[in-house]
């Protein structure tokens, strides 16, 4: 089960300017879906950033599905815009 978002993505000003990374890592949660967009395996993916963990990855996939599953993604996506 999903423990709390921040145990899987880390956004810290130190790190890349504040992009959102892996927790753990500085391999930023954009390029795991750079990657699958270009049609690169997750376990591709997983073999190019040997820090990430299966978990991890998974896990934030599963976070961007909910999130883009959810009733209230206009008003997700007007905060973001």
């Avoid at 990430?52 to 009733?71: D, F, G, L, P, Y």
């Amino acid at each position: 089960m999903m423990k709390n978002v921040k145990d899987y993505i880390t956004i810290d000003p130190e790190i890349l300017g504040g992009q959102p990374v892996f927790h753990g890592t500085r391999v930023p949660i954009e390029s795991l879906f750079d990657h699958l967009e270009n049609g690169v395996t997750l376990d591709e993916f997983l073999k190019d950033f040997p820090s990430v963990t299966r978990e991890n990855a998974v896990a934030v996939i599963e976070i961007a599905a909910k999130i883009m599953s959810s009733k209230d993604i206009q008003k997700l996506y007007e905060t973001a815009a």
